[in-house]
């Protein structure tokens, strides 16, 4: 199956990347340049290394024979299980389409696999660097589980591939939607309702026969239609209005101004995950009572430093919010 969909890495290697950074006069990234304020501390390139180094094995030998037979609904429990048991969050299962592959990638399987591995929401508390920490950490554990998985998929006697940051040949959005595991917001992001939209993914695209999910409905998109939280707190102003919008295989998509958004996200050097941080659904469906503290908490400290004001180190945050034991 060939793949349809234009793609952007995000990375130093992303052609509109090097275009702003040539346009602004710039040696490196700051996102990504090793002498910044986060040196000492935190180099993304080892974080990339990790999920890099799983990549060799996103293939392997299939087992000749099938152990568990190729009953389509005990083949789905024991991938779950294993999923799960493995460390992922959730697990869901959809037929491959090719907008869900990057348009000049191919894969011969028929089914894939999504694994969500959530974030620790309560470090948006400690400033822009642990998020960024806990969001690379969350990277790597799904290039993990993802190889781990398809390697157990393969010895069931089915062929599976392994898919995750390393390898980026999938469209996670549209994968994701068609898996069950959350539906569409305004900010780009798919919110799933127990984990909000903060969690990373990673995939197994295989010829095991499994048992397909279907869209999870719950009210987000009727809910974004009204809400301009991401929108106001976005500091570039990349998230578009309500009624700015294109419809894609049935779904609304509201289309993130890219260029803008990477003047926050890629050409400073903090990490941007506010439209995540501040969105709603990060309490609203799960009612998670601490979540909800958290969000409180988050969302005071946004008004005082105001909305559109990037995020900051906490060790800055004395000097932009002032006594940082403050609520």
Known sequence: MQGTS????????DTL?????????????????KDGPKSGKFDVFDFIRDWESYTPQRNGAVNPDKPEGEDPARLTALIRAKALELGGD???????KPHMINHDCAFDQPYIVSIIVGENYARVLEGALAVEMEAYRAYVECARISTELADYIRGLGFAALAEHNGTGEIQAIPALYDSGLGELGKHGSL??????????PGFVITDAPVVTGTPNIFGVQATCENCRICEQNCPPGAIKSSGDFVVTEGVKRWLVDIPACYEASRFRDEYCHICVDVCPYQHKANKDPE????YKTLMKKRKRAGYRTPAWFIEDEERILGDK???
Do not use: C
């Open 291 to 294: 979540r909800a503290g958290i």
């Open 17 to 33: 990347v090097q275009e702003i950074r040539e346009q602004k006069g710039l040696d490196e990234v700051p996102l990504f340049r």
């Open 6 to 13: 234009p793609y952007r890495r995000g990375d130093p290697r």
């Open 191 to 200: 919110i799933h309702p127990q984990l909000g939209p903060s969690f990373r």
């Open 325 to 327: 034991d403050r609520n």
């Open 90 to 96: 959730d697990v869901g299962f959809a037929l491959l």
